[in-house]
């Protein structure tokens, strides 16, 4: 009996997160209420109520929701080995992107809709890569400081990713992927005035 219970309250929450995606496909955040929310998804504002008190707490879960999901992906490839090796596509770079992509409506949505949106990314980013991940680094030039090399590395990725979501995914992953790996294996040679 628990497991069809625990069917509908996922199916409930999956129409009013699909709802609130269409409606901010229309509206900005700010116009957007629970009732509206409801409405769109064929609910009763005490539906929307018996699963959250308030629209901040729907999209807390929600951005939690996405924010786990885009870890597990990221930490997929290390599943079953301990080292990749990242000459070529690296595997988190195609988790990263293909994730994005899976949910891309999602990701406009809080976006374009949470304030936070940008701060909790690079937070997950910067836990993953200091907790989960080592990136060994090699410079000719002299020795990198990890934590510097890691905000670095992690806001140029995003930065690629942010400009992606604002172009409402305008290229596919694979070409993302692709120039992520190309720009970050790319050599400044000169700077010269235009």
């Keep these: 009996m628990e497991i069809k219970i625990d ?14 995606i269409d409606l901010i496909e229309q509206y900005s955040e700010h116009e957007i209420t629970v009732s509206m929310i409801a409405q769109y998804a064929d609910l009763n504002r005490a539906t929307f109520y018996a699963h959250y008190s308030n629209k901040e707490e729907f ?6 929701d996405v924010l786990e999901g885009f870890r597990e992906a990221i930490l997929s490839p290390f ?11 690296a595997p988190t770079t195609v988790q990263i992107f293909d994730y994005i992509e899976k949910n891309k409506r999602m990701f406009y ?3 374009t809709s949470r304030s936070d949106f940008k701060k909790r990314i690079e937070e997950l980013f910067y836990d993953i890569f200091s907790k989960d991940i080592l990136i060994e680094v090699h410079s000719t030039v002299s020795k990198i400081d990890y934590d510097m090399f890691l905000h670095y590395q992690s806001n140029a990725t995003l930065g690629l990713i942010f400009y992606w979501i604002q172009g409402k995914f305008q290229y596919s992953a694979k ?19 235009i």
């Design 7 to 20: 069917r509908r309250v996922k199916k409930t929450k999956l129409s009013l997160i699909n709802a609130y």
């Design 59 to 64: 999209l807390e879960e929600a951005l939690c």
């Design 109 to 111: 949505a809080l976006y």
């Design 79 to 89: 599943e079953n080995k301990n080292t990749i090796n990242v000459n070529s596509l």
């Design 175 to 193: 070409f993302m992927m692709e120039q992520l790996t190309v720009l970050s294996n790319a050599q400044v040679v000169d700077l010269k005035r």
